[in-house]
Structures are given as C-alpha cells and as structure tokens.
C-alpha cells in the first residue's frame, strides 16, 4: 500500500488490494459514506457488472445512482459532464455520499471532474481498471474534459479519497492496452526507475505475459513513482512535468495521425524513444535499454507520418512559444531535466531516428 500525502489536501492510500477484501472494506467502513453513486465505463459494466455490484452489496453500501459511460475519448466532453452533472443532482448526491468510478482513463477523468464540480466538490474514490488508468491517470488528482481547441483543456485538481487498483479487472483487458500501459511504466523506467526495463522485458518475452498478478509489483512501483513525484509537486510547477517525458512528441504523433489511430501508450513509446534520442543529440549520454523495447511496437505502428507536420504539431502545444519548444530531457536513464530547444534540425534528427526504428518510414 502506497500513500499519497498531498501539500493541499488530503493524504490518500494507493492500493492494490482487491474489492473483495478485507482492506477495503474496512477502509470503506471507516470513511463512513452514507451512500454511493457509480459511475462506470460500459465495458467493465459489461465484463465486470455484477463483481461490482456483490462488492457493493457486501460493503453495506446504498447505491442511490448509475451513470455508464460510453468508451472512447469521445466521452470526455462537455456534454458528458453536463449529462453526469444531471445523474447525480436528480440522485440527490450529498456532500457526505460517496462517487465510486470504475474505468480507465476516459472514465477517471470525467468521472472525476463531474465528482469535483458537483456541490463544489463530493467524495470520490477511482477504481482504475486499466494499466494505464492504475500508474497513471487515477492518481495524483488531474480531472478534466476535452473543448474543442484541444484536449484537457477544461478541469480540476481534485484529490480521491483513494485510489483502488484490482488486478482482477485486468483479465479481460485487450492486448492494445496492455501495450498502451506498458507505455507509460516505460517512460517511469526513463525518468527514475531504469530497473524496470529489465523487469519488463523479461514480462513481455514470458509466455504467458498477460497474468496480471505477474505484473503486480511493478504495477505498485510505477504508482509509488508517481505518487511520489505529485507528494513534491500538485500543481506541476516543477518537476511533475517530469511525468511529460515523451509527451511532447507522442502529443504531436496523436495529432497528426488522427486522435484514437495510436493508442496514447504507443504513442509515448515512441515519444520516448525520440526523448532519448533528442537528450543524446545534445551530449547525454543516455544508454540504449529503450531500443530493447521496438520489436514489441514496431509491428503495432502502421503509419507514415510526415516529420514537418510533426514538428508543427509540437510547436502548436499550449507550453511552447512559438519559436522555442520545452522538453524533458534525459541525463541519463532515472534523471530528467526540462530544456527549451528551439534547433529545429535536432528536434527533426530525433523524430527521424524514432521513425526509421518503426520500419515503416524510408
Ligand atoms: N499524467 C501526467 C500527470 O498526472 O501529471
């Protein structure tokens, strides 16, 4: 079990225990939440309804509401938030009730920024159903939607009372987001923790490599990195911008090939790889663990993206002006910094050595 102490609010566990038992049933007990509304993406609905639904039951829990949300990034928009926002008022949340959200990062997002603005704010607990949900997006407190001129642009800060990572609703996770996880355990591996290439690529050779208890323990040591990083900095303004290793150009990849044609995750591998190559251009000496890592997604990129809409794309990110980019940059693998770059040559050498590790670009 992890703790997540926060400088603004509360402290809050991070658990791997399942629903069944007794951890959380006791730590549920003890927040004395007179009653729960659930808001549950469609899928685990699907797979995993009625394994919530005894959870609740034998929590002694009133459910007073349902909210299922449709899978997809589609989800997070205004008009989800509003529908949401309806559910819980004509359920008649109140501020001593409770929000469970089961999903993974579409669902936590919204759910979670529907449970902030609701009252100003009702008690929220993330039941993160994804890898990438569980080391990433449950944690650290970043709710929002997307507006039309771009994504997250709308959203809070608000903290969970915890955050509850069940490895039995990994069973019937598709490999895409297995790979889509391992992305982002990835990028943990290059900013802080370079053990975990090892112990990731020894998973991923593993005949059977989707036994999610197999995965636990660096499941738990990727949170605890992340949680570690939001103890020291909330509000990003320092070094949880760290956790944007890679994102700069994964960003600028999503966008350019189309939001939902590469999944996040992938995405971030190779914003990664071209991290790293971009920290080695300007004289770190990082080493070449990442590259262990392409014959997993080399077979999964089918496209031929163009590296001068790329290069604009990152340019039209909110942090860049308009003639410098900021990166985070590596010293060597489990040591970042932030550097402006505004050589467009070597941002266009790190995308093509990236590109051409794809196979797919001449
Ligand atoms: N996913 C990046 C962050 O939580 O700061």
Redesign the pocket.
């Known amino acids: 079990m992890i703790t997540l102490t926060t400088q603004s609010t509360h402290s809050y566990p991070i658990s791997t225990q399942a629903l069944e038992s007794e951890w959380v049933s006791t730590f549920l007990k003890e927040k004395s939440y007179k009653r729960v509304f659930l808001i549950i993406d469609e899928n685990v609905k699907q797979f995993h309804g009625d394994y919530i639904q005894n959870a609740i039951s034998a929590w002694g829990l009133n459910l007073i509401g349902l909210y299922v949300v449709a899978s997809g990034e589609a989800s997070k928009s205004v008009t989800e938030w509003t529908k949401i926002t309806d559910a819980l008022l004509e359920a008649d949340v109140k501020r001593n009730d409770a929000v469970f959200v089961f999903g993974g990062g579409v669902t936590g997002d919204l759910g979670g920024f529907a449970t902030s603005t609701a009252l100003r704010g009702v008690a929220l607990v993330q039941f993160p159903t994804t890898i990438l949900a569980m080391v ?2 449950a944690i ?1 407190g ?1 709710t929002g939607i997307n507006h039309p001129t771009g994504k997250n642009r709308i959203g809070a800060f608000y903290q969970p009372d915890a955050v509850i990572c069940d490895a039995h609703f990994l069973s019937t996770l598709p490999e895409d987001e297995w790979y889509c996880g391992i992305g982002e355990m990835l990028k943990y591996a290059c900013i802080s923790t370079p053990e975990l290439f090892q112990k990731i690529q020894q998973l991923l050779a593993a005949n059977s490599k989707w036994e999610a208890q197999k995965w636990e323990p660096i499941i738990q040591k990727s949170a605890e990195i992340k949680a570690q990083i939001v103890a020291e900095d909330e509000k ?1 303004t320092g070094i ?1 911008a760290f ?2 290793f890679g994102h700069t150009f994964a960003h600028a990849l999503e966008h350019e090939l189309g939001y939902g044609k590469i999944s996040h995750g992938d995405a971030v591998f190779w914003g990664c790889l071209a991290a790293s190559e971009l920290s080695r251009l300007v004289g770190s000496p990082i080493g070449t663990e990442l590259e262990a890592f392409i014959p997993f997604y080399a077979p999964r990129f089918t496209f031929n993206p163009n590296t001068e809409h790329l290069i604009a794309a990152m340019k039209t990110d909110k942090k860049n002006t308009s003639d410098a980019i900021t990166f985070v940059l590596l010293k060597t693998y489990g040591e970042a910094y932030l550097r402006k770059l505004s050589d467009k040559i070597l941002v266009e050498k790190a995308w093509n050595y990236a590109l051409s590790k794809t196979g797919k670009t001449a």
């Open positions: 990433d997006s650290g970043k990003e949880r956790l944007n």
